[in-house]
């Protein structure tokens, strides 16, 4: 099993059959909405892409796509962490400056932002886990972005990505169930 993550940064937890807890670990893919919301609230004020309309305007730029994707971030090896400090609008300007699409329209700059997510989410996960059978539950607000789990679906040639909701996990919930089972085996 994979437990998907997309949060701001999306991550997961790699479950392998078998009970070899060594096996086990969580890593960092990448942006999972991060970038996509705040390029929402910068050009449009508001706070997320509601059903990825936006994005599903826009048309995906390859040359911008592959600035975004040139980060060493993505050839260190598993498992690794990142945050707001890479991914943020910085990021996004470089990128945009470096590929020469400063121009590129809002709509297209989430669609090509929503697709670096869903190819690095999609990348992540099947470097892993190659070609065993595996079944992906998602939680998270990217869950919720119909866009974004569409392509990583298509990407990663799975027909299903299953909510942790049906492991009685409330998707929206996990990380805070998390921290609570944390915070009680700390005590």
Not at 13 to 42: C, E, M, R, W
Request: include cysteine; charge should be negative.
């Amino acid at each position: 099993r994979i437990l998907l993550n997309i949060g701001g940064i999306a991550n997961f937890t790699y479950l392998p059959a078998g009970v070899n807890s060594k096996k086990v670990f969580v890593t960092d893919t990448g942006p999972g909405n991060t970038l996509i919301d705040q390029t929402v609230f910068l050009y449009c004020h508001e706070y997320f892409d509601r059903d990825a309309l936006r994005a599903g305007r826009g048309k995906v730029h390859d040359r911008l796509l592959e600035s975004f994707k040139s980060n060493s971030f993505f050839s260190l090896p598993f498992p690794k962490t990142i945050g707001p400090e890479l991914f943020n609008m910085e990021y996004v300007s470089r990128a945009r400056k470096e590929s020469n699409t400063e121009s590129l329209s809002v709509d297209d700059l989430l669609a090509t932002l929503t697709r670096f997510s869903a190819e690095t989410v999609a990348e992540s996960i099947k470097q892993v886990v190659g070609n065993k059978k595996f079944l992906i539950y998602v939680s998270g607000g990217g869950a919720h972005n119909p866009l974004l789990t569409k392509w990583i679906k298509e990407l990663i040639g799975v027909s299903e990505l299953h909510n942790t909701d049906e492991l009685g996990i409330p998707g929206d919930a996990k990380e805070a169930i998390l921290f609570a089972v944390l915070a009680n085996e700390t005590l």
